[in-house]
């Protein structure tokens, strides 16, 4: 009996689960791996899901996809759009929505998995998939490897990933080196006084001290970084006061920072603190902000060997031009701690989830970056098919590639 992809898709996509809440998403995973008799175990970092084709001697190869959807309410007008809401980490209730694609992703290594297990007389090693949670946290794949992962499970000799973006479904975008950006999400506390909103004078205004620092912000990258270098200062929320005729006594910004490297990354984050340090003192602050990192991701490297290794076996099973060099993405990821905390190579892919004639017509109208949704919008869902069926065959010609 065949796993039912479309079925088992658009099942994930009307059930998504926040980070660290993915339990009915890991339940499916788990029966999937049970109905295909793979080894599975549950509750690794959590709510993770690893599965074990051992198939003789060989290379371990780990693929991996992550399970977490977003508190984006789904927009897309599809008939399997999800209507769930869930708690966020402060207690909000909140819309969720697999905005990103991971629905796909995880569907996706299902699949490989069934086809693997269908050819294992075709190949020898060790296969690991990978279900990780909370890669939108930015926490998943260290919460799994602090649960051992790496070392209650074979060990990885490769680690490859892939993930869905708006490029035309049959296109496969990879890069040797630095294959997406590195990453720190901030929280930032500005500390005010509150009082009377008819006595402005008496307080000393976070709201004011909030807009300034936004504002200064936006300066980082037009004025103080090289045109010619990459950096994103990217304020993603504001929250201060609850009514309109007080002034409240703070003010809390959320930043997402964004790099190549790390000599980038110290240049950015100093100039960050400069600045909230410099208006809360030109506010008149009687406390200094409290600057929290709340987590840190470094750039995602593809060995370059690798890389033009999985290219050739991409433009083999799918005609030459399949593969493209997309440029590096200045979104971020998780996954590349698990092949650093193992010393062992990267491979990380993205592929395309438009209909092919849809992204043709935006590309000859101008229209591409307001008619196809990108990651993270509440319009974004790729085409099932062949979205689906590339997803699966990439990761199987790429397990196959350095498997024995």
């Not at 680690?159 to 990453?183: F, N, Y």
């Not at 009377?196 to 300066?219: C, E, N």
Request: charge should be negative; glycine fraction near 10%.
């Amino acid at each position: 009996m065949s796993l039912d992809l479309e079925a088992l898709y658009i099942d994930l996509h009307r059930h998504p689960e926040l980070s660290f809440q993915e339990t009915r998403t890991a339940g499916v995973v788990v029966a999937a791996l049970a109905e295909l008799g793979i080894e599975a175990h549950e509750g690794i970092g959590r709510t993770g899901v690893v599965g074990v084709v051992r198939n003789g001697d060989g290379p371990v190869v780990w693929l991996r996809a992550d399970m977490d959807g977003l508190p984006v309410p789904e927009q897309t007008g599809l008939p399997y759009a999800s209507t769930v809401r869930g708690i966020d980490p402060h207690g909000v209730d909140v819309p969720v929505m697999h905005a990103c694609g991971h629905d796909m992703h995880v569907t996706a290594l299902l699949g490989a998995l069934e086809r693997l297990v269908a050819t294992r007389d075709e190949w020898s090693g060790t296969v690991v998939a990978v279900f990780q949670p909370a890669e939108e946290h930015g926490a998943g794949s260290l919460a799994m490897i602090a649960d051992g992962v790496l070392d209650r499970f074979p060990r990885p000799d490769i680690v490859l990933g892939q993930h869905v973006t708006p490029l035309p479904a049959g296109v496969v975008g990879v890069r040797p080196g630095t294959q997406m950006a590195a990453s720190d999400g901030l929280t930032v506390h500005l500390l005010g006084r509150g009082g009377h909103g008819s006595r402005p004078h008496a307080t000393i205004d976070p709201v004011v001290m909030a807009a300034a620092t936004v504002m200064r912000l936006q300066t980082i990258v037009s004025r103080e970084v090289d045109p010619r270098e990459m950096a994103v200062v990217t304020v993603g929320a504001v929250h201060a006061g609850l009514k309109n005729n007080i002034i409240p006594a703070d003010a809390t910004l959320a930043l997402s920072l964004r790099y190549p490297d790390d000599v980038a990354r110290e240049r950015v984050m100093a100039k960050v603190e400069r600045i909230v340090r410099a208006e809360a003192a030109a506010s008149g602050a009687e406390e200094e902000p409290a600057i929290t990192i709340d987590h840190t991701l470094p750039p995602t490297i593809n060995d370059a060997d690798a890389t033009a290794r999985l290219t050739a076996a991409f433009d083999r099973a799918f005609g030459e031009g399949t593969v493209i060099d997309p440029g590096m993405f200045t979104g971020s990821e998780d996954v590349s701690w698990f092949a650093r905390e193992s010393g062992v190579p990267l491979v990380f892919w993205f592929w395309g989830g438009v209909d092919p004639q849809r992204y043709a017509d935006a590309v000859a109208a101008g229209t591409v970056e307001r008619d196809i949704p990108t990651n993270h919008s509440p319009l974004f869902a790729p085409v099932i098919h062949p979205t689906l069926e590339r997803g699966v065959d990439n990761l199987v010609v790429a397990a196959r590639e350095f498997l024995a």
